[in-house]
C-alpha cells in the first residue's frame, strides 16, 4: 500500500526566513497531495494542495511543488512569521475511489521572532 | 469548520470497560473517517465509511469497531479499552466541492485509558 514519509521531523527558522518540509511516497498512481497545519490543542486544517497533473500550486506566501518521476513533493513558505508555527502533514490519496489519505508523520515548524 | 461535531471532547475510561466515541456532520456527506493521532506516528486511519451501513477497515483497525445507521453519524466503539488506545481521536470528512478528495477534520477527542 501507500506509504507516505516526511523530512524533518523539526524545522526551526527566523521570522522572515523560508521554509521547506519535503514527503515522498511509494504509489506512483496517487494522484492528490494535501497539505494540513495544525496548531496546538486544535484540529488539523487543509491549507493547500495539488493534484499531478500540476508542478506547482501557490497561495500567497505557501506553494506546494510536485515532481511525479521522483515522487516527491515539497511545501514552501516564504517571508515566515510566528503565527505559522505549528505542525505541519502532508498526505497522499489512496489510489482506490475509498479517499483515503495516508498522512506522514509531521513537520513541528518553529519560527523564532 | 464543515459541520462536524465530536462528542465527547475529552473522556477518561479504565482499562477493560467499553467507550463509543461520536462524529456528526450536518452537511450529507457520504465519507466519513475515523483517525487516531500520536506523537510520531501522524494521523493513523482506523476505519472509514462510504455510506449508511457500509464501512470497511483502515490500517489500525485492531480493537476497534465502528457502526453507521444514518447519514450523519458514525460511530467509533472500543469493545474493551487498552491503554495503547490512548490518543486523540479525530473525525473527518471527504468534501463534495473542490476536487472532492478534500478531507475536513472534526474537532477531536482526546481518551485516555489508565
Known amino acids: 500500500g501507500e506509504n507516505v514519509e516526511q523530512h524533518p521531523s523539526t524545522l526551526s527558522v527566523q521570522e522572515g526566513d523560508s521554509a521547506v518540509i519535503k514527503c515522498t511516497y511509494s504509489?506512483?498512481?496517487?494522484?492528490?497531495f494535501p497539505w494540513y497545519k495544525q496548531e496546538l490543542g486544535k484540529r488539523p486544517q487543509l491549507i493547500i494542495d495539488i493534484r499531478s497533473n500540476v508542478g506547482e500550486k501557490k497561495d500567497q506566501r505557501i506553494a506546494v511543488t510536485l515532481n511525479k518521476t521522483a515522487k516527491h513533493f515539497s511545501l514552501h513558505i516564504t517571508e515566515t512569521q510566528p503565527e505559522d508555527s505549528a505542525v505541519y502533514f502532508c498526505a497522499a490519496l489512496a489510489p482506490s475511489n475509498t479517499g483515503k489519505l495516508i498522512f506522514g508523520q509531521g513537520t513541528t515548524l518553529q519560527v523564532k521572532p | 469548520d464543515a459541520g462536524i461535531t465530536q462528542s465527547p471532547r475529552h473522556k477518561v475510561t479504565e482499562t477493560g470497560t467499553p467507550v463509543t466515541l461520536r462524529c456528526h456532520q450536518t452537511e450529507n456527506h457520504r465519507y466519513m473517517y475515523w483517525y487516531r493521532q500520536d506523537p510520531g506516528h501522524g494521523l493513523r486511519l482506523i476505519h472509514y465509511?462510504?455510506?449508511?451501513?457500509?464501512?470497511d477497515k483502515g490500517e489500525v483497525s485492531d480493537g476497534y469497531s465502528v457502526s453507521r445507521s444514518k447519514t450523519e453519524d458514525f460511530l467509533l466503539t472500543l469493545e474493551s479499552a487498552t491503554s495503547s488506545q490512548t490518543s486523540v481521536y479525530f473525525c473527518?470528512?471527504?468534501?463534495?466541492?473542490?476536487?472532492?478528495?478534500?478531507?475536513?477534520f472534526g474537532p477531536g477527542t482526546r481518551l485516555t485509558v489508565t
Open positions: 465509511s462510504y455510506g449508511v451501513k457500509d464501512t
Open positions: 473527518a470528512i471527504r468534501g463534495l466541492t473542490g476536487t472532492g478528495n478534500e478531507q475536513y
Open positions: 504509489d506512483s498512481a496517487s494522484n492528490y
